[in-house]
């Protein structure tokens, strides 16, 4: 099976007359299998693989970079699970910054985990629990990035399953 992801970074907050963006994206995408090296399991990176099949797991890696000149402060970055996966954890090792989460697609972001309301029959009456989203039903991830010097770098990230 091959499938196509089709991936929109967002930069939230920035008005529409504002012609260039302060920071530079780039968004890596590798897929993750588990191969032995001298006996002992070891995580292998293709980057952008060109198929990818049900239950494989991909890295989403997007490298920002300050191009503006100046420091930049409280920087919302978006990046959607994309279409077809879900949601399996943040990606270990990358620059920690604030991140929340949205199972609406965007509209509402929150730290996890994530609590929704649902409603559910009990002995023939509708009652109305709080619930724990599992995170496989994430849509979006966002993160603010406290500050980020000229020329500086991070690297943020989540892991996805194939569907």
């Known amino acids: 099976m091959k ?3 089709t991936l929109i970074l967002g930069i939230a907050g920035m008005t529409a007359a504002q012609t260039a963006s302060p ?7 590798s897929l993750v299998k588990t191969i032995k090296v001298n006996g002992k399991d070891t995580e292998q990176l293709t980057p ?3 198929n990818v099949l049900p239950g494989d797991v991909i890295s989403q890696v997007v490298t920002v970079r300050n191009t503006s000149g100046k420091t930049v402060r409280q920087l919302p970055l978006t990046l959607p699970v994309p279409k ?3 949601y399996l954890a943040p990606e270990s090792g990358l620059n920690d910054a604030t991140v929340q989460y949205s199972i609406d697609g965007g509209k509402t972001f929150a730290s996890a985990p994530l609590k929704k309301t649902v409603t559910v029959t009990e002995n023939g009456r509708s009652v109305t629990r709080e619930v724990t989203v599992n ?5 979006t991830v966002r993160w603010t ?4 010097g000229v020329n500086d770098t991070l690297k943020l990230g ?3 399953q194939v569907r």
């Open 145 to 148: 990035i406290a500050e980020l």
């Open 23 to 29: 920071v530079s994206l780039n968004l890596v995408m």
């Open 135 to 139: 995170p496989s039903e994430y849509t």
């Open 3 to 5: 499938l196509k992801f």
């Open 158 to 160: 989540y892991r996805i």
């Open 84 to 86: 077809d996966t879900r």
């Open 48 to 50: 952008n693989p060109k």
